[in-house]
């Protein structure tokens, strides 16, 4: 299941159908906001790095808990060698 397309060095059908259309999206969407307006995507990225911290520690504390887990095993697996 897959659509063959011929390229010879230039766009496809489908990339130039594609490009249009994504073109006309971006006309209608800025004269209908307003070109005053910023980016759409600017308010997305604040918003998703509005609590990056609590990732950060979240990633540590993983990365703690995970090193114990390899002491913890590594103690068991001496001791039952023993």
């Known amino acids: 299941m897959g659509l063959f397309v011929q390229q010879n060095g230039r766009r496809s059908e489908l990339q130039e159908r594609i490009a249009a259309e994504l073109q006309e999206k971006i006309r209608s969407t800025s004269t209908?906001?307003?070109?005053?307006r910023s980016h759409p995507h600017d308010h997305e990225e604040s918003v998703l790095l509005e609590?990056?911290?609590?990732t950060r520690t979240a990633g540590i504390t993983i990365t703690i808990l995970v090193v114990v887990?390899?002491?913890a095993v590594a103690f068991l697996a001496n001791q039952a060698r023993h």
């Open 32 to 36: 209908s906001e307003g070109t005053a």
């Open 51 to 54: 609590h990056q911290h609590e």
């Open 69 to 71: 887990l390899i002491v």
